[in-house]
Antibody, heavy 117, light 106 residues
Framework: QVQLVESGGGLVKPGGSLRLSCAASGFFFSDYYMHWVRQAPGKGLEWISYISRDGDAIYYADSVKGRFTISRDNAKNSLFLQMNNLRVEDTAVYFC??????????WGQGTLVTVSS | DIQMTQSPSTLSASVGDRVTITCRASQNINNWLAWYQQKPGKAPSLLIYKASTLESGVPSRFSGSGSGTEFTLTISSLQPDDFATYYCQQYDSFWSFGQGTKVEIK
């Protein structure tokens, strides 16, 4: 069955960095577009980044542009999010999500990132 | 950026009720709209895409309608498993979500 498992979250100080990973299984990873979506505590969903199937098209929300970098390794069925210069307002659960078209048909369970001094 | 506005923010209902949630887009998004359900501590799950197409495995009591800037999600007869938060999402221009509608027990 389709599985997406995020890892790499944790506590980091403002200005610090983290790298999130999303391990995919149960489907042919390179056939799918992938996204990162986050959810601040008690808040709604915020789309933050997209990567095409072969990685040649990448988009970011304005809130993370210039600080976050999305990438993927199709040989290892993995999606990544490098987060630099983290801010308190980046505190959230980060989900990876799969898309065969433009909507998100499977989501991981999320990994919590806490930015605090 | 396309802004998505859901109403109401919270909805109190009873099992068996017909429930309707509205989602409005700040500009025409044709039918490029999806609906998701999220339960506390869980990931969202896809209910509907292309405004009205039911995702495989989703109960038929869920339905979606609308086009352009106004959309609705209807649950024809609310079941205990349906108490959750619902989000609309546009994918006409990048991606953005509504703020969510929490369906709670009356």
């Amino acid at each position: 069955q389709v599985q997406l498992v995020e890892s790499g979250g944790g506590l980091v100080k403002p200005g610090g960095s983290l790298r999130l990973s999303c391990a995919a299984s149960g489907f042919f990873f390179s056939d799918y577009y992938m996204h990162w979506v986050r959810q601040a505590p008690g808040k709604g969903l915020e789309w933050i980044s997209y990567i095409s199937r072969d990685g040649d098209a990448i988009y970011y929300a304005d809130s993370v542009k210039g600080r976050f970098t999305i990438s993927r390794d199709n040989a290892k069925n993995s999606l990544f999010l490098q987060m630099n210069n983290l801010r308190v307002e980046d505190t959230a659960v980060y989900f990876c999500a799969r898309a065969s078209d433009f909507w998100f048909d499977y989501w991981g369970q999320g990994t919590l990132v806490t930015v605090s001094s | 950026d396309i802004q998505m506005t859901q109403s109401p923010s919270t909805l109190s209902a009873s099992v068996g009720d017909r429930v309707t949630i509205t989602c409005r887009a700040s500009q025409n998004i044709n039918n490029w709209l999806a609906w998701y359900q999220q339960k506390p501590g869980k990931a969202p799950s896809l209910l509907i895409y292309k405004a009205s197409t039911l995702e495989s495995g989703v109960p038929s009591r869920f339905s979606g309608s609308g086009s352009g800037t106004e959309f609705t999600l209807t649950i024809s007869s609310l079941q205990p498993d349906d108490f959750a938060t619902y989000y609309c999402q546009q994918y006409d221009s990048f991606w953005s979500f509504g703020q969510g509608t929490k369906v709670e027990i009356k």
